[in-house]
């Protein structure tokens, strides 16, 4: 079974701030992590995924994220931030051979001009 | 290629009733995941359907039922209806059971009342 704790409710930031969003897993497997944004009333589009290779991975609208397996970490960021990343970010994980996404309870991001 | 959609999108009912929730998957995606999120809360598994038959289950009980048609649409459906079933309800859909980049609609929001 895996678990994901998103070590952070809520992130005020202000526009063209660096952010982070801290996400850290449990699992006695070897895994897949993801990223996840939600919209208001929108469902869940995927920011960006580590399945294999290189532990820096880029995924759309600038941000990024750095696998880290020996503190099972999976941090966000974003160097410059704008107002429209306003939104809630969702970390999840799943073992390699299943197939359920398990989520953190999620970080609102607040932009803030 | 069209995205994954949901039907109702918007849905109200009273303790005790049924409902049926819809979802198209994407365009060449032969499997679909169902999640629950309760408010302020990630996504939870419900469970996956995989060539029309159940292909694993979260900790939802028995009422908590689906099925999978041959074009890989999908339906869930809800029995005995209790207030804490209110929630945005996701489908996701995907290409394989085991590959876990899931594409998600726009849900459907239950309120019980």
């Known amino acids: 079974a895996q678990s994901v704790t998103q070590l952070d409710s809520q992130v005020p930031v202000f526009e063209e701030a660096p952010v982070e969003l801290r996400c850290n897993y449990s699992s006695s497997v070897s895994v897949y992590l993801f990223w996840y944004v939600q919209y208001p009333n929108q469902g869940l589009q995927l920011l960006l995924k580590?399945?294999?290779?290189?532990?820096l991975v880029k995924g759309i609208n600038g941000f990024e994220a750095e696998f880290n397996k020996s503190q099972t970490s999976f941090h966000l960021r974003k160097p410059s931030v704008h107002i429209s990343d306003t939104a809630e970010y969702f970390c999840?994980?799943?073992?390699?051979?299943?197939?359920?996404?398990?989520f953190g309870k999620g970080t609102l991001l607040t932009v803030n001009p | 290629e069209t995205g994954v959609t949901q039907s109702p999108t918007h849905l109200i009912k009273t303790r005790g009733q049924q409902v049926t929730l819809r979802c198209s998957s994407q365009?060449?995606?032969?499997?679909v995941s169902w999640y629950q999120q309760a408010l302020g809360q990630g996504p939870q598994f419900i469970f996956q359907?995989?060539?029309?038959?159940?292909?694993g289950r979260g900790n939802f009980p028995p009422r908590f039922s689906g099925l999978q048609f041959p074009n890989y649409s999908s339906e869930l459906n809800v029995n005995a209806l209790e207030l804490d079933d209110s929630a945005l309800y996701l489908c996701?859909?995907?290409?394989?059971?085991?590959?876990?980049?899931?594409?998600f609609g726009p849900g459907t929001r239950l309120t019980v009342l």
């Open positions: 365009s060449g995606h032969n499997t």
């Open positions: 999840a994980v799943s073992g390699v051979s299943n197939y359920k996404l398990t």
């Open positions: 359907y995989y060539r029309e038959e159940e292909n």
């Open positions: 996701a859909s995907s290409l394989e059971t085991v590959y876990n980049e899931q594409f």
């Open positions: 580590y399945l294999s290779g290189s532990t």
